[in-house]
Each structure stands twice: as C-alpha cells, then as structure tokens.
C-alpha cells in the first residue's frame, strides 16, 4: 500500500519569487488585504490575515527584476485562498475588480465558488469558498462530480457588499 499523507495536513504558506518587493507588498494588501508582519530587509517580506506569523512570503533573492516566465513553461499555476463564507467572497472579489484587477475566470465547480487573476507578477490567484461537504455534487455511486459552471460574479460582489453594509 503506497504511504498516505496524515488527513489532518494542510498547506501553510506560500513564498513567492518577485521582481519588485515593494509592488508586491502593496498588491497583497492594498488589492486583498493581507497584514504585513515582518520585512527581512529590503529583500523579502511576510504578509499575513489574523495576525499570523505568515501565509504568504515573498522575496527577491533570485527575481530582483526579472520578466515573468514564458508561457507554456512549468511552474506553480495558481495559489489558493480560501473565505469562510460566500460574502466574505464577495467583498473579496469586489475589491481585486475596483482595484481594476482582470479577472481571467470564474467558476462554479459545485463543491466551491471561485474566481482567478494574476498577481503583478504573473503568478496565478484563485480566491474561493468552500460549500459544505453535504452539498457537494455525487455521482450515483457517491463519488464527486466536480462541474465548471459559469458563476454570476456580479452577484456574489453584490452579495458581498450587501452583508456588509449590515
């Protein structure tokens, strides 16, 4: 039997290679609201939600202005965030468009609600949310049925922007 990883890990953070420290900072937290929480110099810095001592890390130790990579080239496709709930999505969301972010895709893939655009480096961003594992979609033996259903992004910024205002 091949080894499985214990159920109860998890990804902790990420640590991006940039060209441009500073654009980085902001982006992360003028566009999606991330806390910065240390610099290690002028080099890279650590941002992070809830005071944590980081989710994302980022760096130019080997990017210092460097170009984006080439497309059809490997390397990490998008990172993930997660929100706890469809209106905190929605605020999400609102905020990348009025900060005049493309956003590249949307979708609804029945287990989750989510959108994707690229940071100012190129690297890949999906911000989603979760639907409680008992509305996820089964087939008729009870195994996933993932779909990648168009979903109505001005509605969940409208939700989001609703929820708070209350």
Known sequence: MAYQTHPETRVGHIHLKVSDLERSIAFYREVLGFELQQRYGRRAAF???????????????ESRRGTRP????????????????????????GQVVDAGVEL????????????????????????YRDRPEADWPRDADG??????????????IAEGRAAQTV
């Open 143 to 156: 195994d996933l049925a993932m779909v990648n259903a168009p979903l109505d992004v001005p509605a969940l």
């Open 47 to 61: 941002l992070s939600a809830g005071g944590y001592h980081h989710h994302i890390g980022l760096n130019t130790w």
């Open 104 to 127: 590249l895709g949307a979708a609804d893939h029945g287990v989750s609600e989510a959108v994707y655009f690229n940071d100012p480096d190129g690297n890949g961003i999906e911000l």
């Open 70 to 93: 080439a497309g059809g080239t490997t390397g990490l496709y998008h990172v993930a965030f997660v929100y706890p709930d469809r209106a905190a999505l929605g605020r999400a969301i």
